[in-house]
């Protein structure tokens, strides 16, 4: 584990744990204020996030900064981060080789972040942060509290894009982040 940020973001330049390497046009380390009361956690790029090197910048992105503008937070106070650092191919979910080639970057992310809240989009970031035993559906919108840092799953915005009717219960999620942080100040 590196105790910097420029130690760390070094340790990942030439990174080649894992097969995602072999395609990828740029890591896409995090993004976002380094000492954040919440982090967000996602699966990892999509082609536009590999092209500019920025985590959510697709539609996916653009549909979760709309939700933060309507909301009130601000994505620069916020740290931004997924599981995977390179895209998979098509798109498809990280295999648990990948995944786990990846986490120790995160976890070393999150210690120097410090959150106090972290939103975990999706189901890949539930499984790989909490647990193979979580299921999104279930865990969605409920708060679980681990190692003094409270947790909050919530549907992957891709997944809105799909789903119309999901958007209503991303919105609430958030507006529950919204409320705990506001409470942690």
């Known amino acids: 584990m590196y105790d910097n940020w420029e130690e760390l973001e070094q340790s ?3 990174c080649r744990k894992c097969k995602l390497c ?3 046009i740029n890591i896409v380390f995090g993004v976002g204020n380094k000492e954040a009361k919440v982090m967000m956690i996602g699966e990892g790029p999509g082609a536009d ?14 549909l979760m900064n709309k939700a933060f503008s309507g909301l009130g937070l601000k994505r620069e106070e916020l740290y931004i981060a997924n599981i995977v650092k390179c895209r998979p191919p ?17 976890r070393n992310q999150v210690i120097l972040v ?25 865990a969605r919108g409920r708060w679980i509290e681990k190692k003094e840092i409270w947790y909050m799953p919530t549907w992957h915005p891709a997944a809105l894009l799909r789903d119309e009717n999901k958007k209503i219960e991303f919105w609430n999620d958030l507006k529950q982040v919204r409320e705990k942080m506001n409470q942690e100040n």
């Open 12 to 14: 990942i330049m030439d």
């Open 22 to 24: 072999q395609n990828r």
């Open 49 to 62: 996030e590999d092209r500019q090197g920025i985590p959510f910048v697709g539609k996916a992105g653009q």
């Open 90 to 106: 098509s798109n498809r979910v990280p295999e648990a080789e990948e995944a786990e080639a990846c986490l120790n970057y995160l």
């Open 114 to 138: 410090k959150p106090k809240i972290i939103v975990l989009l999706g189901s890949t970031a539930l499984k790989n942060i909490l647990g193979k035993e979580y299921g999104i559906t279930s």
